[in-house]
C-alpha cells in the first residue's frame, strides 16, 4: 500500500515535533519519522517508582525564550524562577561561567546550517536557531522556522 503526504518530518526531537505540529495544524497531511523506539530526542524524562520525574536532558528555560513560554501557556504549566550560577571545572579546579552552555558553531553557523536544499528540504534543530542556539526554545524555533519555509514552498 503506498500513501501520499504533503510533507514528512524526519527527527522527532522537539524541532521536529514543533514543525510536524504546524504543518498538520495548517491542514498538511503529515508524516513524522523517528530513527529511535521514541519521540522527544535529547528531552528525556524517568519516572521513580514514586512517581517523581527524572530529567535526564533539558530541564530549565534560560533567559527570556518566548518560544518556551508559548508552549507552556498553551500545556498550562506554571514555570518556576530560579537562581542559578554555573561553573566549569578545568584542570581540577571550578571556574565561574557567565552562561549555562557554550552555543554551537561559530557567527554564522546557524544561519548556514538552515540553509534549505532544492526549495524542499528544510532544516530545522537548536543548532539552526541563532536566537535560541543549543536550547530546547531554539529547536522550537527552528522547527517553526522550516514549517513556515516548507508551507510557503507547498504554496508555491
Ligand atoms: C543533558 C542535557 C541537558 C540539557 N539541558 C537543557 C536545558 O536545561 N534547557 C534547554 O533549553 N536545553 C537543554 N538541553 C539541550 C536540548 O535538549 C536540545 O537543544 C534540544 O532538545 C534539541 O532538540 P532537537 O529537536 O534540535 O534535536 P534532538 O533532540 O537531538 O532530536 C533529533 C531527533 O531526530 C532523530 N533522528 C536523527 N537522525 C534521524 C534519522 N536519520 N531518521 C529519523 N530520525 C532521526 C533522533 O533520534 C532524535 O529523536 C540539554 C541537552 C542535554 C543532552
Do not use: N
Amino acid at each position: 500500500m503506498s500513501e501520499r503526504f504533503d510533507a514528512a518530518v524526519i527527527g522527532a526531537g522537539m524541532a521536529g515535533l514543533a514543525a510536524a505540529k504546524l504543518l498538520a495544524r495548517a491542514g498538511k497531511t503529515t508524516i513524522l519519522l523517528e530513527a529511535s523506539a521514541r519521540s522527544g530526542g535529547r528531552v528525556v524524562t524517568l519516572k521513580s517508582d514514586t512517581g517523581t520525574a527524572i530529567e535526564l536532558g533539558p530541564e530549565f528555560v534560560h533567559g527570556k525564550a518566548e518560544p518556551i513560554f508559548s508552549l507552556a501557556r498553551e500545556a498550562g504549566v506554571e514555570l518556576v524562577s530560579i537562581a542559578d550560577r554555573h561553573f566549569q571545572k578545568s584542570g581540577g579546579r571550578f571556574a565561574e561561567l557567565k552562561h549555562a552552555w557554550q552555543p554551537p558553531g561559530g557567527i554564522g553557523a546557524a544561519q548556514a546550517l538552515s540553509a534549505p536544499f532544492w526549495g524542499m528540504l528544510f532544516i530545522a534543530g537548536e543548532a539552526t536557531d541563532h536566537e535560541y542556539p543549543g536550547t530546547v526554545a531554539g529547536a522550537l524555533a527552528s522547527g517553526a522556522r522550516a514549517a513556515r519555509q516548507a508551507l510557503q514552498a507547498l504554496q508555491g
